[in-house]
Every structure is written in C-alpha cells, then in structure tokens.
C-alpha cells in the first residue's frame, strides 16, 4: 500500500434533512418519494387532506400520515403554508433541488461505469478506552460517508475526495485524550487481491440484495410487458420499486469492474427498475391525481412524473409517455 498526499473531504451535509434508509414501509419515506416523483413546484398548495389520501393508497392510517407530514415539516422538506385550517402545505425550493438532485442519483445510478483513478480515501485513527462513545459515533459517521472498514481502525472509500475529512475527524475526537488520526490518499500494489481494498466490502451480500431486488419484481415486469397492470395498481407499483431501489445508490460502493465478482447483477436490477419506472409513469400519474382531486381540486394542474432518458432524469409533463 503507498501513501500519496492530502485529502480533501467529503461534500458537507445537505440542509434538507431527509429521513434515514430503514427497513419496511415508512411513512416518511413512502410520503417523501411521492412528493419527489410527483411534486415539482413549490407554489403547489397541498391540502393535508390529500396527503392522507395519498398513504392510505399504500396502507398508511391516517394517524401516521400526518405523523409523516409533521415529521417532514419539521426536517425542513415542506413548510405549511399560511394560518388557515385544515393546514396546507408546500414544497420548500431547497426540498425541490433536493429532490431532483437525488432523483437523478436514484435513476442514473450504474448508467455508467465510474472514472477510475486508483485513488482511495484512507481513515485510520486510535483512541484508548475512554473513548469508545466517540469510537461509536465515528465508525457510524464514517460508514454514513461511504467508507468501510478495511481493518480495525482503518476505513476506506474509492475516489480522491474528501473535503474537511480532518474537520469531521476533530468535531468527533476533540477533548477525546490520546486520539489521533489521519488521512491520507492511498494506492494498492495489489488492488484486486484478497487482502486488497475489495476486502472491505461485503460484495457478496451485495450481490444477494440485488438479485432479491431482481427476484421480486420479475412478475411485475412481466406484467408490465403483457400490458396488465391497470392505473390502480401501477401508483403502488412504481414507489415500491424505487423505495426498494433507494438503498443501493446510497449502499453500492460502485467499484470498478475489476474489483467485482465475475457475474454482477447490478445492470439487470437497474434495466429492471428503468423499464417498469418508465412503463408506469403516466399510469401512477393519472392513479394519483384521481386520488388526491376530491380533496384537493387543483390535483391535476401539480401533479407530474419523472422519466429517465439513457443518462438523465428530467420532469414530464401531464400527457407525457
């Protein structure tokens, strides 16, 4: 292993504070990926009346909905708008640039492969016992960063970036007595052997959650290519696809093809989720605004869909294919 340089960190958080990947149906996140696929102005007023309408399509109670609507508000992704009662709510602009930022990190994940440099981020510090509270808060802080841990105290990520990595390290450790750290930009001799950077990954798990992912919604493509799935059924659809399909653009380290298995699923789990995404669009659309109109008349005039062309993502228009 050869040591090269200084680093920089990684991009501060963003000011929005969208809800943490978790297991299972959550409110929040069914809520947020509605808002983000359907929802793209922040002079819609959204009566909390059709929220609830909304979730119920997925199972939600009504309790919960506005659970998830209170929550959001309060992590800045919408704001109320107004005094009046029932409440009305609205997209904040930074919860759009939000939106459309991460739809686009969502949809065109894995469309290519990444520019390979043979750089990696290496984190390696030591702390005496006293210190395994922020020995906690660091390893989770560093796996949230996208970083592994190669060996005991030693964390790594691909790339050359890391932006204030020595900032985020001191905020943690300071006051933590005989901590220290380091960062440094690191190559690998012998990148691709067992004992290389790839060995901090569970890539073999990785592969298992897609072809899961494959698994469960090879009927559902299969529907959508024989033209049976109605308008009712493609809005519950389509979010649990991409709820399910959120995770991995956050979790996939997205090495490069020679630090992966032989055979990686990762392009039939995308060419899976881009054709029933782009298959459903409208219909979902339709499915939504007939959901949301007897609580909010203006549905039809806000509601839109994203579409993804070969490498982008761009907002359709109602009518759209």
């Known amino acids: ?132 509270a922020a020995r906690h808060t660091l390893r989770k802080t560093l796996g949230a960063l996208g ?53 901090a990954y569970d890539l073999a798990g990785l592969a298992a959650s897609y072809e899961e992912f494959i698994a469960r919604y090879a009927e559902l493509r299969a529907a959508v290519r024989d033209g049976e799935v109605d308008a009712t059924r493609a809005l519950v659809a389509r979010t649990s696809v991409m709820d399910s399909w959120r995770k991995f653009p956050d979790t996939d380290p997205d090495l490069p093809g020679h630090l992966l298995p032989a055979r990686w699923p990762r392009q039939e789990a995308r060419e899976l989720l881009l054709e029933v995404h782009t298959a459903l669009g409208s219909l979902a659309e339709a499915r939504l605004i007939e959901i949301a109109t007897p609580h909010w008349p203006d549905a039809a005039s806000w509601i839109t869909h994203f579409r993804v062309s070969a490498d982008s993502v761009s907002v359709s228009t109602r009518g759209d294919g």
């Open 147 to 199: 970083f592994a841990r190669l060996y005991d105290s030693v964390w790594i990520r691909p790339g050359s970036e890391a932006g204030t990595m020595n900032k985020v390290l001191h905020d943690i450790l300071d006051g933590v007595d005989g901590a220290r750290w380091s960062v440094m930009h690191t190559r690998f001799d012998d990148e691709a052997g067992p004992h290389g950077p790839a060995a």
């Open 1 to 132: 292993m050869r040591q090269a340089g200084g680093v920089h960190a990684p991009t501060p958080a963003d000011e929005v504070n969208t809800p943490r990947t978790q297991a299972g149906p959550s409110p929040q996140h069914l809520l947020t990926t509605l808002l983000g696929e359907y929802l793209d102005s922040s002079d819609a007023d959204l009566p909390s009346a059709a929220v609830v309408a909304m979730l119920a399509e997925f199972g939600i109670s009504e309790s919960s909905a506005r659970a998830a609507l209170s929550r959001l508000t309060k992590r800045g992704l919408i704001a109320v708008r107004g005094t009046g009662r029932p409440p009305v709510y609205h997209l904040t602009p930074q919860a759009i640039a939000r939106h459309r930022s991460r739809m686009d990190h969502f949809l065109s994940f894995g469309a290519r492969p990444p520019r390979w440099t043979g750089d990696w981020v290496t984190v390696s510090f030591s702390l005496p016992q006293s210190g395994q």
